[in-house]
Nanobody, 127 residues
Framework: QLRLVESGGALVQAGRSLRLSCSVSGRSVEHYAIGWFRQAPGKEREAVSCIGAQTATLESPYYKDSIKGRFTISRGNANNTVYLQMNSLKPEDTAVYSC?????????????????WGQGTQVTVSS
């Protein structure tokens, strides 16, 4: 079982940057892909970016098309924190961002969703 805790959400102006953090703990953490999802008001939850398990070193991260080149997912040196660096933020990036984990590939996690979820952190981008 995984426990995921997000942090870093804030109110920012368009064009600015934010870095979200997802602290992951639990058994066999190294076997879980971790991803970021978001849900805007009145919209369905969507996958933003997912990174493979620590044991899947050759697997490339998944990125939603609309955020490619602006967002970067990465793992911290201790590997139990997953970051989402968000640059050139736009008002349409406003949403609750949640991280999730699952025993699958990065693509699989972003397509199927996670088995374990954090509570979410609010990101609001003003124009």
């Amino acid at each position: 079982q995984l426990r995921l805790v997000e942090s870093g959400g804030a109110l920012v102006q368009a064009g600015r940057s934010l870095r979200l953090s997802c602290s992951v703990s639990g058994r066999s953490v190294e076997h879980y892909a971790i991803g970021w999802f978001r849900q805007a008001p009145g919209k369905e939850r969507e996958a933003v970016s997912c990174i493979g398990a620590q044991t899947a070193t050759l697997e490339s991260p998944y990125y939603k098309d609309s955020i490619k080149g602006r967002f970067t997912i990465s793992r911290g040196n201790a590997n139990n924190t997953v970051y989402l660096q968000m640059n050139s933020l736009k008002p349409e990036d406003t949403a609750v961002y949640s991280c999730a984990g699952g025993p699958r590939t990065a693509n699989g996690l972003c397509i199927l969703g996670g088995d374990y979820w954090g509570q979410g952190t609010q990101v609001t981008v003003s124009s």
